[in-house]
């Protein structure tokens, strides 16, 4: 049993500091930078957020990598599979993989067009893709906020 519980401890540890990592990011960028960066002229503003993004999303792929590993880590060494699993768990993978699908759209469409527009000095198509960008992170940053809301509560449901 000890076995099981320190996997349990380094999974569940991993899997709440990758969550975080994430879903912070999300509310940091979407609450506090976007605002601040708003006021800025268009070539300042863009180049600004091509630097902060391309390294919040270096992190956000580990984020996911770590958060799939550690996640299944727990469903089979821990939970015992599957049909073992309480609906809270279930709803947290579901979401978790369509925040990933939804990242992964926005890393190879908005955020590809967004870095060869600012490569190109395009500050009017490097805004209009920066906005799709913004409105994929906040749909993201709401489903990621649910899912910690699950995640945090879930096993104490009825």
Sequence with gaps: MAGTNAIATAALIVHALSAVAWVGGMFFAHQVLRPAAGTLDPRPRLLLWSRVLGRFFAWVIAAIVLLLASGYVLVFAV??????????VNLMQGIGILMMLLFFHLYFAP?????????????AEGGRQLGQIRTIVTINLVLGLIVVAIGSSGRYWG
Excluded: I, T
């Excluded at 939970?79 to 809270?88: A, R, S």
């Excluded at 955020?111 to 500050?123: P, S």
């Design 79 to 88: 939970f015992g599979g599957f049909g073992k699993l309480g609906v809270h």
């Design 111 to 123: 955020w590809r067009r967004f870095r060869l527009a600012v490569g190109r000095e395009d500050w």
